[in-house]
């Protein structure tokens, strides 16, 4: 049985006259008749009594008419959604994020991408860089976004957001007052750190800042958020050395001051698996424009 044979039937069922069904397809008499043959033997039952009165449904063909259509609708459907998939209009996209996102325009973003894409459903899921990767790897994330550019050769990545890093301190700190701090005035500070295991670039990172002032820093805290290390600051805990975003997390208790002659930057990758095709995830990559050129002309 075939399609084919569903779409004759159904003409067929319609005009209960060959000849008008045969022009209503665009067929002559004698394929149209071939074809319901082939039908009614696949079937295995009479759809049509054929007399001098002319053509009548049989109880089988009525019953095979209402499942037909169904069956060519259902196909109908199928091959839209098809359609709409490979077009990259209607889909679901599990999207994996480092908590600073929120406050690095991801917000905003997934807006202006479901307001462009109603059609295409975010689920949203925060993990530090290392679990995305491992995520992507295994199929669990269509994409993610996380502090490394590190990342296995299956997966590809895109930068999209620099920015440098600022001292996190308690609001009642001695150098609270101070509208810029020198890194080296935190040595013998307890340090608040993003966990090595949960970044192992950003623990490297913060540590060679300090390493290059002449001090190692002294961890005394290591946890697996940026909002967890601003948390701990803000309750005296320690000072941190975090990506300027932060700023914006509004946490009450925790002071932000700018770092003199930082030059190692903040960054933020979007990542990916390179391979297979995904309309729906290439679509939402491409609106996250490498901000690194733009920064640059707009610092010039």
Avoid at 86 to 95: S, W
Avoid at 146 to 165: K, N, Q
Avoid at 254 to 277: N, Q
Wanted: glycine fraction near 6%; hydrophobic fraction near 45%.
């Amino acid at each position: 049985m075939e399609f084919r044979h569903l779409r004759y039937f159904l003409v067929l069922a319609d005009e209960l006259h060959f000849g008008r069904a045969a022009r209503r397809l665009s067929i002559s008499q004698p394929p149209l008749s071939l074809n319901i043959q082939q039908l009614e033997a696949s079937v295995g039952a009479r759809l049509f009594e054929r007399d001098s009165k002319g053509v009548r449904l049989t109880a089988a063909g009525r019953a095979f008419r209402e499942s037909a259509t169904a069956l060519l609708a259902q196909a109908e459907e199928a091959r839209l959604l098809a359609r709409q998939i490979e077009a990259g209009a209607v889909g679901r996209l599990r999207v994996g994020f480092v908590g600073s996102m929120l406050y690095r325009g991801l917000p905003q973003k997934l807006q202006q991408f479901e307001a462009d894409q109603p059609g295409i459903q975010i689920a949203l899921t925060e993990l530090n860089s290392q679990e995305q990767i491992e995520a992507l790897l295994h199929g669990q994330l269509d994409v993610g976004f996380i502090h490394t550019s590190r990342v296995p050769d299956e997966l590809a990545t895109r930068l999209i957001h620099s920015e440098p890093f600022v001292c996190c301190m308690p609001a009642a700190h001695r150098l609270a007052s101070r509208r810029t701090i020198a890194l080296t005035e935190l040595r013998g500070e307890t340090f608040v750190l993003f966990s090595r295991n949960a970044s192992p670039d950003y623990y490297a990172r913060i540590v060679d800042m300090c390493a290059a002032e002449g001090f190692y820093p002294q961890i005394r805290h290591e946890v697996r958020h940026w909002l967890s290390v601003v948390s701990l600051v803000s309750q005296g805990m320690g000072v941190a050395v975090v990506p300027a975003a932060l700023r914006h997390s509004a946490l009450a208790g925790a002071a932000f001051r700018p770092l003199k002659h930082s030059t190692v930057p903040s960054e933020v990758y979007c990542v990916w698996k390179a391979a297979p095709d995904h309309p729906a995830r290439d679509r939402f990559v491409g609106i996250f424009a490498a901000p690194a050129a733009r920064q640059r002309s707009a610092q010039g």
